[in-house]
């Protein structure tokens, strides 16, 4: 039986959790990454004061207690698998986020 030396045994973790780390990727709709067009959505939520989080299911775009109004929405259709958002604290009306709903029809919406 050969044993491994230490060297090959920590590259054979690395290589264990680069292969994992790209799998998750994966399996939550990265795909490898994000595209372009989402990395400066991303830069937009951020001047607006809120925050992109990466959920399991899809992303989750965060408004709450923000001075966001309804035309600043705009900015989260550019996200591929957005599945959540939190306007609580707002200016935006219930005719956006139904406007919103058309892009995403399974979106979930938090007002409170």
Do not use: W
């Not at 039986?1 to 990727?25: E, K, P």
């Not at 992109?52 to 899809?58: A, L």
């Not at 550019?78 to 058309?102: C, P, Q, Y």
Request: glycine letters at 8%; charged letters at 25%; proline letters at 1%.
């Amino acid at each position: 039986m050969r044993i491994l030396s230490d060297q090959t045994r920590s590259s054979l973790t690395l290589l264990a959790f680069f292969v994992g780390g790209a799998l998750l990727l994966n399996l939550a709709g990265c795909h490898g990454g994000i595209s372009e067009e989402e990395r400066t959505a991303i830069k937009q939520v951020s001047k607006l004061g809120g925050q992109v989080n990466y959920r399991s299911n899809g992303l989750e775009v965060n408004f709450k207690n923000t001075n966001i109004e309804d035309a600043d929405l705009a900015v989260v259709k550019h996200f591929h698998n957005l599945k959540e958002i939190r306007v609580s604290g707002t200016r935006v009306s219930d005719r956006a986020i139904e406007e919103l709903k058309k892009t995403f029809p399974d979106l979930v919406v938090h007002r409170n």
